[in-house]
C-alpha cells in the first residue's frame, strides 16, 4: 500500500465517522422532539389538576395519579415549580402522600446511586417532598461530594425542621465558596433557633480553623443571645475572627485601636453605623490612622454622625495632619450617590 492510498483509507474513515456523528446528532434530535411531544399532553394535564388542586378543586389523589403519568425527571420538575405555590399545610399532605408512591420510593433509593445526577435528582426531590423519616437519607446528600447535589439537598431546611440537617449544613458552610455560602446561610435563617443553640457551642471552640466563617454567619444573623458569644472572641489572636467580630459588634470601640487594619477599618464602619455621638471622638481619631483603608472607612462612617460628623470633617480638612486633611477633602468632595455606593 502506498502512501497516497493510506490518505484515502484515512479520509475514507474520517467521512465516514463525521457521517455517524451527523446521523447521531439528527436522531437524537428526533428523539428528543418525539419524547417532548409524547409527553407534553401529560404536562399539561398535571399543570391542569394542580391548578385545580391549588385552588382546592381538586384532592390529592387526582395530583398524584397525574404525576405518576409523567417520567420521573419531569415529575420532579413539577413538583419543584409548584411547591412555592401552594400553602404549607397542604404541601405537607401532598409530600405525606407521595411517600407511598412506587416511583416516589424509587427516587428516594437512587440517593445511594454511584451516578451523581441520580442523586441530584432525589435531592431536588426531597428538597420539596421530604419528611421527617428522610433524615438519615438527607445526611448523607448534604455530605455529598457533588456540590450540585449538597446544594440542591440543602433547600431541605426551608421545609424540615432538624437539628442533625442544620448541624451537617453549618459544618460545610465554612468549606464553601462566598456565593454558596451565602445560599446555605440562607436556608439555616430558616431553622435559626437550632442554628442559635449550635453556633453558640461553636464560637466557644476558640482554636477551630473555621471560627472566622462561623463568627461571619452568626454576625449576620444579628441574634441577640449570640453577641455574648462574639464579644468573647474580639480578644482572639486571628485577626480575620476579629474582623468579623467587629462587623458584628461595632460598638465594641476596643477593636478600633486593634494591631490588624482590616479590624480596625471594619471597627469604623459599624461605629458608623450606629452613629452613636459618644464615639463620634474615636471615629475622627481614626482619619489619622496610618492605613489608608481605614481613614476611608473613618470618613464615611463621619457622614453618618449627621452635622456633627460633618463639623469633624471640616475640622479635619483645614487641620495639621496631612491624611487626615486628604482623607477628609475626598469625602466632603463625594457625591450623595458615590457616599451611598462607597457606605454600602
Do not use: C
Not at 446521523?23 to 428526533?30: G, H, S, Y
Not at 411531544?37 to 401529560?42: I, V
Not at 455621638?277 to 481614626?286: F, M
Amino acid at each position: 500500500m502506498t502512501a497516497r492510498h493510506f490518505l484515502a483509507v484515512v479520509a475514507l474513515g474520517q467521512g465516514v465517522l463525521l457521517a455517524a456523528l451527523l446521523m447521531l446528532i439528527v436522531l437524537n434530535r428526533w428523539f428528543r422532539l418525539r419524547r417532548r411531544a409524547r409527553d407534553n399532553p401529560r404536562r399539561q394535564a398535571v399543570e391542569a389538576v394542580m391548578q385545580r388542586w391549588a385552588l382546592g378543586q381538586a384532592a390529592e389523589r387526582v395530583v398524584l395519579a397525574q404525576l405518576t403519568r409523567l417520567p420521573v425527571s419531569l415529575a420532579v420538575d413539577a413538583l419543584v415549580t409548584w411547591s412555592a405555590r401552594v400553602p404549607g399545610e397542604r404541601w405537607r399532605r401532598l409530600a405525606s402522600g407521595l411517600e407511598r408512591e412506587r416511583w416516589a420510593r424509587r427516587v428516594r433509593r437512587n440517593s445511594n446511586s454511584g451516578r451523581w445526577w441520580k442523586r441530584l435528582e432525589t435531592a431536588r426531590f426531597l428538597s420539596v417532598a421530604a419528611t421527617p423519616a428522610d433524615t438519615p437519607r438527607l445526611l448523607k446528600l448534604l455530605r455529598d461530594p457533588h456540590p450540585a447535589v449538597h446544594i440542591a439537598a440543602v433547600a431541605t431546611l426551608e421545609r424540615v425542621e432538624s437539628a442533625p440537617l442544620a448541624t451537617a449544613a453549618l459544618e460545610r458552610l465554612p468549606q464553601l465558596a462566598p456565593t454558596v455560602g451565602a445560599y446555605y446561610a440562607g436556608m439555616l435563617r430558616r431553622s435559626r433557633t437550632v442554628v442559635v443553640q449550635l453556633l453558640l457551642t461553636r464560637l466557644r471552640r476558640t482554636n477551630d480553623p473555621a471560627l472566622a466563617r462561623l463568627a461571619e454567619f452568626a454576625a449576620r444573623l444579628q441574634e441577640p443571645a449570640l453577641r455574648e458569644s462574639l464579644t468573647a472572641l474580639a480578644g482572639h489572636p486571628d485577626a480575620e475572627v476579629r474582623t468579623q467580630v467587629a462587623r458584628a459588634l461595632g460598638a465594641l470601640t476596643r477593636l478600633a485601636g486593634d494591631a490588624a487594619w482590616p479590624v480596625r477599618a471594619q471597627a469604623a464602619r459599624s461605629l458608623g453605623m450606629l452613629a452613636d455621638p459618644a464615639t463620634l471622638p474615636l471615629v475622627h481619631a481614626a482619619l489619622r490612622d496610618p492605613d489608608w483603608w481605614v481613614r476611608l472607612r473613618s470618613g464615611l462612617a463621619l457622614t453618618r454622625f449627621g452635622s456633627a460628623g460633618r463639623n469633624a470633617l471640616l475640622a479635619a480638612e483645614v487641620g495639621a495632619d496631612t491624611s487626615a486633611r486628604d482623607m477628609a477633602r475626598l469625602v466632603l468632595g463625594l457625591s450623595p450617590q458615590a457616599l451611598a455606593e462607597f457606605a454600602a
